[in-house]
């Protein structure tokens, strides 16, 4: 439709949509993709601490994450899950790590469904 020239928006005000838990999910993992290519080579180890810009952007890629999650996302309840339990840009938090994986086994997500043994 965007091809077109058709865009989303608000058939009432005409005010443009917000971004959908696919659009969120895609862009809160292309930032921590590229936070973890910059401080982390080795994929499976904890990262140092981030500059000051790396960790806002490590933040605003949180939160992406978490709205995608809160809007049904598997895939974004999973990474959300790996950030908390591995502590990529947040403190290690396991009880959040364990219900991030919960949502995600719950949505579906078969990694997510092995790490809480569905």
């Not at 140092?48 to 994450?65: K, N, T």
């Not at 938090?93 to 579906?108: L, T």
């Amino acid at each position: 439709l965007r091809a077109k020239g058709v865009s989303e928006t608000c058939p009432l005000c005409r005010a443009p949509l917000p971004p959908g838990p696919e659009k969120l999910w895609e862009l809160g993992y292309r930032v921590w993709t590229k936070i973890e290519r910059t401080v982390n080579p080795n994929q499976f180890a904890s990262w140092p601490p981030l500059s000051a810009s790396q960790q806002r952007e490590m933040d605003g890629a949180i939160v992406m994450l978490q709205e995608a999650a809160d809007q049904g996302h598997p895939g974004a309840a999973a990474q959300l899950g790996i950030i908390y339990h591995r502590g990529h840009g947040v403190a290690v938090d396991y009880p959040r790590s364990v219900a991030a994986f919960k949502v995600g086994a719950e949505g579906g997500y078969a990694d997510c469904q092995y790490l809480v043994g569905i």
